[in-house]
């Protein structure tokens, strides 16, 4: 059968379908060149890949008892600089807007551990975004500290001003 044939045939044929059937074809054929592509594909990434050399890696000792505890004796504040981390407070709660009353501070200390604890209880007012920002900034600028408890109060619920009352601890050694 020569070329001239071969047209004549597909374009009877393409008038039998019209252009809905034609449409249709060209989709199914599409649709099978790429199914078959992807089966191709998929079988080229089941090979196995040659094996990678060897490369060792060894992970750090997890640490001792010992150093765990000297980790955690280095993260602590020293007592004797518990003066200056109230005044960052207070600096961080002014730069933060807020207007902080005088605190209630009370020293406890752990004999077993030698651990002090020098609670911090402040009232302030302010904003209520205001208050949380300075608790984050606090937190992060003393790592050594927590915050145990904050409590919220307004007046009206149409008040801009929140008072709160907030209660930090920070953690403290005796010694540098």
């Known amino acids: 059968m020569n070329a001239a044939a071969l047209m004549l045939r597909l374009?009877?044929?393409?008038?039998?379908l019209g252009i809905a059937g034609c449409v249709a074809l060209a989709l199914?054929?599409?649709?099978?060149?790429?199914?078959?592509?992807?089966?191709?594909?998929?079988?080229?990434?089941a090979q196995p890949l040659p094996p990678a050399?060897?490369?060792?890696?060894?992970?750090?000792?997890?640490?001792?008892?010992?150093?765990?505890?000297?980790?955690?004796?280095?993260?602590?504040?020293?007592k004797r600089h518990a003066e200056q981390q109230v005044k960052q407070l207070f600096d961080i709660a002014a730069k933060t807007g807020l207007a902080l009353d005088q605190g209630e501070y009370k020293f406890s200390l752990d004999k077993a551990s030698g651990v002090s604890a020098y609670q911090v209880t402040l009232p302030v007012k302010g904003a209520y975004q205001n208050i949380w920002q300075f608790s984050m900034q606090a937190l992060s600028a003393i790592p050594f500290a927590a915050l145990d408890d904050i409590a919220f109060r307004r007046e009206t619920i149409t008040e801009p001003v929140v008072e709160a009352r907030m209660r930090f601890t920070l953690y403290l050694k005796e010694k540098p």
Request: hydrophobic fraction near 50%.
């Open 11 to 16: 374009r009877l044929a393409a008038m039998r």
């Open 28 to 45: 199914l054929l599409a649709g099978a060149s790429l199914l078959s592509w992807s089966l191709k594909a998929r079988q080229e990434a």
């Open 53 to 78: 050399p060897a490369q060792l890696v060894q992970a750090a000792p997890p640490p001792t008892a010992n150093e765990n505890l000297a980790h955690f004796y280095a993260s602590l504040g020293e």
